[in-house]
């Protein structure tokens, strides 16, 4: 039996303490991931939460719980995004000083908002790692109250309130998936649901890159990675908290990871076929459903944890997301080094509608002939089958095609 200092009666206070500070975040029904895995699909949508991401929530219940005396003494955070917009406004609304610490190379829109939302913002270092040293040196030297991300139980409190969400707008779900990171999210949503609803699984998603939950369920224990790698920085966390580990390991019902080009295709997704922005740390659920659609008892509740995502990064992730749907196709095709040929290669393909996006020509190589050129090229297709079509007419053609690769 587990002794936690953490009810159903505190998460319910929390509720009534978030009441006209956090939104009550809408739940949408999404006909396309339904049709997926055969039964029906729910977002919650936190990404649509204030400050862009489920954080205000621990975040408010963390620092309205301080005595007098530590709120006068200031809060400070490290972050490289969410964390550091929810403490920046929980703090503003609470009259609470906030300084957060985030990386040198921090996106610039979630500085920018930080700051807008009232904290004294200082970079520092290269990583969250770097920048959460210097929180704790300055709240060593301050006397500032550091406010953890996810590793203590108010906040864990506080991210618990999005399951009781979920239990009033969906009650007749029997799957949540949840992003996990350092695991306050996913132990909130469990320790709220399982006493009401032992019957709801419960499922964590991790980046493949960043998974520290497994070998430290595995253990017993938490775990510290040796190295972290993925494009969903809200969830690129190397070891579990102690206090999240402690609910997960003993409630929620396993965790499976998803890898970089699910994560990429389910934001592409999100915005394709959802009409929803989320950061790829909220669609990590999105990526576990399109990886394995037959493995989750329906209804299911992804809950999508945010979505502020830098405008770079969202580019980078969308270029990958349609080459890993097979809407990219990179080939070379060798030619007679005579005028016309270009025009004439550029004819087959617009026989089967593909859209060239780049055509670049190699004439130093010495596996060509003396009248020969080859020529890479870019296209925009339609589908992993559609690629196929459209090297298949291209050799059907006469023309010798090497170096094909898309994906889907």
């Known amino acids: 039996m587990h002794n936690w200092p953490i009810t159903l009666d505190d998460v319910r206070g929390a509720q009534k303490m978030l009441a006209g500070i956090a939104r009550v975040t809408p739940m949408e029904g999404s006909r396309y991931l339904s049709g997926l895995i055969g039964a029906p699909v729910h977002l919650k949508c936190e990404n649509l939460q204030r400050t862009g991401s489920f954080k205000l929530r621990g975040a408010y219940v963390r620092i309205a719980g301080l005595s007098p005396v530590q709120r006068a003494g200031g809060v400070v955070a490290a972050s490289a995004g969410n964390h550091a917009q929810g403490v920046a406004l929980a703090a ?6 906030s300084t957060v610490f985030m990386p040198v190379a921090a996106p610039l829109p979630k500085v920018a908002a930080t700051r807008e939302y009232g904290a004294d913002v200082r970079l520092h270092g290269a990583t969250v790692d770097e920048a959460l040293l210097a929180a704790q040196r300055y709240a060593e030297a301050t006397g500032a109250v550091f406010i953890h991300p996810f590793d203590h139980w108010d906040v864990v409190t506080g991210q618990a309130t999005v399951g009781l969400e979920v239990l009033e707008q969906c009650p007749e779900v029997r799957t949540i998936l949840v992003g996990v990171g350092g695991g306050g999210l996913l132990a909130g949503i469990a320790a709220a649901v399982k006493p009401l609803r032992p019957d709801i699984r419960v499922v964590g998603v991790q980046a493949a890159g960043a998974a520290a939950y497994p070998p430290s369920l595995a253990a017993g224990r938490p775990v ?3 190295h972290v790698a993925t494009m969903a920085d809200g969830i690129m966390v190397g070891r579990p908290g102690d206090i999240p580990f402690e609910v997960v390991n003993t ?8 890898s970089e080009d699910a994560l990429s295709r ?3 997704i999100g915005l394709e076929r959802l009409k929803l922005v989320v950061e790829p740390a909220g669609a990590a659920p999105i990526a576990a459903l399109l990886e394995r659609p037959d493995s989750f008892e329906g209804p299911v509740v ?23 749907a097979g809407r990219y196709l990179s080939l070379r095709v060798r030619l007679a080094d005579k005028p016309g040929s270009l025009a004439d290669l550029l004819a087959v393909l617009t026989r089967v509608d593909a859209n060239v996006l780049d055509v670049a020509h190699v004439r130093i190589d010495p596996r060509l002939g003396l009248t020969e050129v080859e020529v890479d090229l870019h296209l925009e297709t ?3 089958e559609h690629c196929a079509a459209v090297v298949g007419e291209l050799r059907d053609s006469g023309y010798v095609v090497s170096g094909e690769s898309s994906s889907g």
């Open 92 to 97: 503003a609304l609470l009259g609470v000083r």
């Open 224 to 226: 510290s990675l040796q």
């Open 251 to 258: 409630l929620a019902d396993g965790i499976r990871t998803v």
């Open 266 to 268: 389910a934001l592409l």
């Open 302 to 324: 992804a809950v999508l944890s945010g979505g502020n995502i830098d405008p770079q990064l969202m580019q980078r992730v969308l270029r990958h997301g349609l080459a890993a």
């Open 382 to 384: 339609k589908g992993p």
